[in-house]
C-alpha cells in the first residue's frame, strides 16, 4: 500500500511537472507572436509618420540636412536608426548604428520600393536579433525612393524567458494545490467506500445476510468494478445457496434436481464434447428503448432449462435473431457470449427476412402444423408457398448449426419443437457423428389426422433422421409410431418403441417437461404473506370480490378460453350466491395477431368477457376481468398466489406448464386446479379436479366444488401435486433428454439394405 502511494505520488510530481511545462511553452509562444506584432506595427506607425518629413528632404535635394534628420533617430529605446535609401537602392543618408548591419542594400527594401508597398522583415545580422521595416517614398506620385527603419528585438527573448519562468511558476503551485486538494477528495471519498466495500465481501465470505440483495458499494464512478462486485457476489451466494440446498436434500435423504446438479451431470456424460441447441426463441434478445439498447429474457421454461447445460459445456444456441437491435450486439459471425452479465455459453443468431418469417414462421408451422396437431376444429392452412420458406429457414438453420460444429468431437444437437422436423435429418447428413435429438413440445395426432398435410412423408423423414425424437406423454409416442408405420417404408419396433429406416435407428421416448421448482418460504409465512397480498392486487385491479379464479395463457383457439367463460356464467347461474362474490381473472397475452384466425379469435375472447360481465356486472364487481397485455412473471405469480382457483381448460395441449407453474407458486399448499384431461399435465397430477372443457356444466360443477371443498382435502391435494412438480421438476427433465441422448450408440453412416445412401422421399 505504501508503495503504491509513492508511486502515486511521484506519478503525480511528473505529471504536474510535464504540464506546467507544456503549458508554461505554450503561452510563451503566444505571447512572443503578439509581442513580434506589437513591434511590427510600431514600426509601421513611425515609418508612415516620418515619410513625409523625409520625402520633404528629399525634394529639396539637402543630403546635409537629411543626414541630420536622420541621426535623431539613434538614441530611441530599442530603435536601433533609420535609413533612406534613392529608388535605385543608394544609400542616402544612414544611422551610424546600423552600417554594421547593412553594408549593402537589404533585399526587403527593394521590394518594397519595388512593389510600392510596406514590407516587415524580421531577421538576424551578426547575431543580434532585428525587426525592420521598408516603407516607400514618393515624389510628384512616382516612387522616389525608400525608409528603412530597424529595431533591436532582443528584448523580446528577455521578456519571454522572464514571463516563462513566471508562468510556470504560477501554473506548477496551482496545479500543486489542485492535486493536493484532489488527493485529499480521493482520500476521503475512497477511504469510506473501500472500508464498507471490505466489510460488505467479508459477510460475503462468511455468509452473513448482506448478499446481492444489499445496497452494492456506494462506488457511483468506479460503477463497472461496483458491478463485477455485485455480479461476483450473486455468484457466491447461488452458490453457498446450491451447497445448502444440496445439504438439506442429503439430510432429508432427497434426490432432486437442481440446476447445479444437471451441469455436473452433463459434464460427466458428455466429457471434451459441447452441446448446441437449435430454437426458434432466443433466450436473450436485444431491443432498442429510445437511444439505449436493453436486453431482454423472455419469459421461457426452456431457457430455464437448457442453459445450465450449455453453460456446463460451454456449448451454443442457435436461434432466429428477432430483436431490432439484434444485429448491433453480435460479432462479425453472428455471435455474441451470454448470459450478458456472465458469459458463459454463445448466442448464434440466424437471421430471417418478412418473407420467410411469414412463410416459415405464421404460415406453415402456425397455420399448418399447429392446428394439424392440436385437433382443435380450426382447418389447418397448407401452401405450397409456406412449405418452400419452411423448407427454406430449416435449411438456413442447418448451415448455421453444421458451421457451429466445426472442429467439435461426437457433439450433440437438441433441436427444438415443430418448427425444425427437417432439420435432424439435414444436419445429420452432413454431420453423422452427431448426436441428434428433437423433442417436439406439443401433440402428435393420430395417423388420420396427420395424413391431411399433403408433405407428411418428407416432415417425418425429416424427423426420424434424428437419433431421438421426444414427445410430452406415452399417447403422442404411440401416434406418432402410428403415423410412421402407416406413412412411411420402415421398421416399427412397439417393443423398444424405436424406428428403423434406411439402416437408421430412432428412439421415441417420452419425456415429460415441467417447471423450476423453488421452495422460497414456509407454508405458515407463505400464507400471511398471501393473506395480506390479495387485497391490494383486488384494489389495484380496482373490484371487489371474496373468491378469485385465475387463468393464464396465450390468446389461442387451442386453450379453451371462451368454453372456460362460459364456465363462469353456468356456474353464476347455477348458483347466484356466487354472484358479487367470485371474479375470473383471464391473463390473456396477444399472440401470433398477424394470423387472421388469432386476430379474429381475440376480438372473440373480448365479446364474451364484455357479453357476461353486461348480464352480471354490478357496481365495482364483474364476473369476467380480461388482462388483454403481456405480464411479467413476477407479475403472474402474484395472480398465482392470490387465486382460489386456477383453471386450465386447454381443448388440446402437449402439456401446458400453467398448471405447474400454479402448484410451484403456492408455497402456502392452498388453491385448487381444474385442469382439462386432454393436457399433458394431467396424466401427472391425478388430484386436480380433471374435467372436459367441452363439457361447460362440469366445468362449472368443479368450479363451485373447488370453492366449496374443506381445507384439509384442498391442502392434501395441493400437497401431493407439489411434490410430483417438486420431484419431476424442469432439470430431472433436461437430465433425462440428456442422459438417453449421450447413452444412444451411433450407426454407421447409413446404408439401406441395397447399400444405397439414406434417401429422401419426395413430397
Not at 520 to 540: D, Y
Not at 692 to 710: G, S, V
Request: with cysteine; glycine share 6%.
Amino acid at each position: 500500500m505504501r508503495l503504491l502511494s509513492v508511486r502515486l505520488i511521484v506519478s503525480l510530481v511528473l505529471g504536474i511537472a510535464a504540464v506546467s511545462f507544456l503549458f508554461s511553452s505554450y503561452e510563451v509562444q503566444v505571447q512572443k507572436r503578439n509581442l513580434h506584432k506589437d513591434l511590427e506595427h510600431r514600426a509601421e506607425v513611425l515609418a508612415e509618420s516620418l515619410a513625409g518629413n523625409v520625402e520633404g528632404y528629399l525634394d529639396k535635394g539637402s543630403r546635409r540636412d537629411l543626414e541630420r534628420f536622420v541621426s535623431r533617430f539613434g538614441n530611441r529605446e530599442n530603435l536601433i536608426g533609420l535609413a533612406v535609401y534613392d529608388a535605385k537602392g543608394t544609400a542616402l543618408a544612414m544611422t551610424p548604428a546600423l552600417a554594421q548591419y547593412f553594408a549593402v542594400t537589404p533585399s526587403f527594401l527593394l521590394q518594397s520600393v519595388t512593389e510600392d508597398r510596406g514590407v516587415s522583415q524580421f531577421q538576424r545580422l551578426n547575431g543580434a536579433p532585428l525587426q525592420s521595416y521598408a516603407q516607400p517614398l514618393h515624389h510628384e506620385g512616382q516612387v522616389s525612393g525608400g525608409l528603412m527603419i530597424v529595431y533591436d528585438s532582443s528584448y523580446i527573448n528577455a521578456l519571454s524567458r522572464h514571463f516563462w519562468w513566471q508562468t510556470f511558476l504560477r501554473v506548477l503551485a496551482q496545479m500543486a494545490v489542485i492535486t493536493l486538494v484532489t488527493l485529499l477528495i480521493v482520500r476521503w471519498s475512497l477511504k469510506g467506500p473501500i472500508a464498507r466495500a471490505a466489510q460488505w465481501m467479508r459477510a460475503l465470505r462468511m455468509g452473513k445476510d448482506s448478499g446481492p440483495n444489499a445496497p452494492p458499494p456506494d462506488w457511483d464512478f468506479l460503477r463497472p468494478l461496483a458491478h463485477e462486485m455485485k455480479t461476483f457476489a450473486e455468484s457466491l451466494n447461488q452458490a453457498r445457496s446450491a451447497a445448502e440446498t444440496e445439504a438439506r436434500l442429503r439430510d432429508a435423504g432427497e434426490s432432486l434436481w437442481t440446476a447445479e446438479r444437471l451441469a455436473v451431470h452433463v459434464r460427466s456424460k458428455l466429457g471434451e464434447s459441447r452441446i448446441f441447441v437449435a430454437a426458434n426463441r432466443e433466450p436473450y434478445m436485444h431491443q432498442r428503448q429510445g437511444k439505449a439498447v436493453e436486453v431482454i429474457v423472455p419469459a421461457s421454461g426452456l431457457v430455464t432449462a437448457l442453459e445450465p447445460i450449455l453453460q456446463a459445456c460451454d456449448g451454443t444456441w442457435v436461434a432466429h435473431g428477432s430483436g431490432d437491435a439484434d444485429r448491433e450486439t453480435v460479432d462479425n459471425h453472428d455471435r455474441l457470449r451470454v448470459p450478458p452479465e456472465d458469459a458463459r455459453y454463445t448466442l448464434r443468431r440466424v437471421w430471417l427476412d418478412k418473407d420467410e418469417e411469414q412463410g416459415y414462421y405464421y404460415g406453415f408451422a402456425n397455420e399448418g402444423l399447429w392446428p394439424l396437431c392440436h385437433i382443435a376444429h380450426t382447418r389447418p392452412i397448407f401452401r405450397a408457398s409456406d412449405w418452400d420458406y419452411y423448407q427454406q429457414v430449416n435449411r438456413k438453420f442447418a448451415e448455421a448449426v453444421v458451421k457451429e460444429m466445426e472442429g467439435v468431437e461426437r457433439p450433440l444437437l437438441l433441436a427444438q419443437d415443430y418448427h425444425f422436423a427437417l432439420l435432424p435429418r439435414l444436419v445429420k447428413l452432413r454431420r453423422p457423428d452427431a448426436r441428434v435429438a428433437i423433442f417436439w413440445h406439443i401433440p402428435w395426432p393420430n395417423p388420420e389426422a396427420f395424413g391431411i398435410c399433403p408433405w407428411q412423408r418428407v416432415l417425418l423423414d425429416g424427423l426420424l433422421g434424428a437419433d431421438l425424437v421426444g414427445f410430452h406423454v406415452q399417447s403422442h409416442c404411440n401416434n406418432f409410431l402410428a403415423t410412421v408405420d402407416r406413412a412411411l417404408e420402415s421398421r416399427v419396433d412397439w417393443e423398444h418403441f424405436s424406428v428403423r429406416r434406411f439402416g437408421h435407428l430412432t428412439m421415441v421416448r417420452p419425456f415429460p417437461i415441467s417447471v423450476d421448482f423453488t421452495e422460497s418460504e414456509p407454508r405458515e409465512e407463505a400464507h400471511v404473506a398471501i393473506h395480506a397480498e390479495r387485497p391490494a392486487l383486488l384494489r389495484e385491479l380496482g373490484i371487489e370480490s371474496m373468491f378469485l379464479g385465475v387463468g393464464v395463457d396465450r390468446v389461442d383457439y387451442t386453450k379453451g378460453i371462451l368454453e372456460r367463460f362460459q364456465a363462469v356464467e353456468l356456474f353464476l347461474e347455477k348458483y347466484p350466491s356466487y354472484v358479487k362474490q367470485f371474479t375470473f381473472v383471464q391473463i390473456g397475452a396477444p399472440s401470433r395477431t398477424h394470423i387472421k384466425r388469432y386476430h379474429d379469435f381475440l376480438a372473440e375472447v373480448e365479446a364474451e368477457a364484455e357479453r357476461i360481465n353486461w348480464r352480471f356486472q354490478s357496481g365495482k364487481w364483474k364476473p369476467i376481468l380480461f388482462l388483454k397485455r403481456q405480464h411479467s412473471h413476477q407479475e403472474i405469480q402474484r395472480f398465482y398466489r392470490a387465486a382460489d382457483v386456477c383453471m386450465v381448460t386447454s381443448l388440446h395441449d402437449g402439456m401446458n406448464l400453467v398448471a405447474k407453474e400454479f402448484l410451484a407458486s403456492r408455497h402456502d399448499e392452498q388453491g385448487t386446479l381444474i385442469l382439462s384431461r386432454f393436457t399433458g399435465a394431467a396424466r401427472e397430477l391425478r388430484d386436480a379436479l380433471l374435467v372436459n372443457p367441452y363439457d361447460i356444466d362440469q366445468t362449472a360443477e368443479a368450479i363451485h366444488f373447488a370453492l366449496e371443498m374443506d381445507d384439509e382435502e384442498r391442502q392434501l391435494r395441493m400437497q401431493r401435486m407439489r411434490q410430483s412438480v417438486k420431484e419431476h421438476n424442469i432439470f430431472r427433465w433436461a437430465a433425462n433428454l440428456v442422459a438417453e441422448l449421450s447413452n444412444i450408440r451411433l450407426d454407421t453412416p447409413g446404408k439401406s439394405k441395397e447399400g444405397a445412401r439414406t434417401p429422401v422421399p419426395a413430397a
